[in-house]
């Protein structure tokens, strides 16, 4: 199994404890580009096909992501076919 697909499967798991930078590892791997907006606010923006995630990174020591917000990568990501 690749390393992509050990992160797809990782993040389709909504684990608890899955991080801006696997987030931002993932997404990276799957043709989105990083770019910062107001304040802590992300948006990852890929140019093929339009599709964007944003949301707010997590403050603090804590890199954990929200569950929210890791239901909202994976259900973008499924609703685009990557995975």
């Given at each position: 199994?690749?390393s992509l ?5 990782r993040i ?72």
């Amino acid at each position: 199994m690749s390393s992509l697909d050990n992160k797809k499967n990782r993040i389709k798991s909504k684990p608890s404890d899955y991080t801006f930078r696997e987030a931002e590892s993932l997404l990276s791997n799957l043709g989105f580009q990083l770019t910062q907006g107001s304040g802590s606010r992300v948006k990852f923006y890929r140019n093929s096909d339009q599709a964007f995630i944003s949301f707010d990174s997590p403050h603090g020591n804590s890199r954990v992501l929200k569950k929210y917000i890791v239901n909202n990568i994976v259900k973008t990501l499924e609703d685009k076919g990557d995975i």
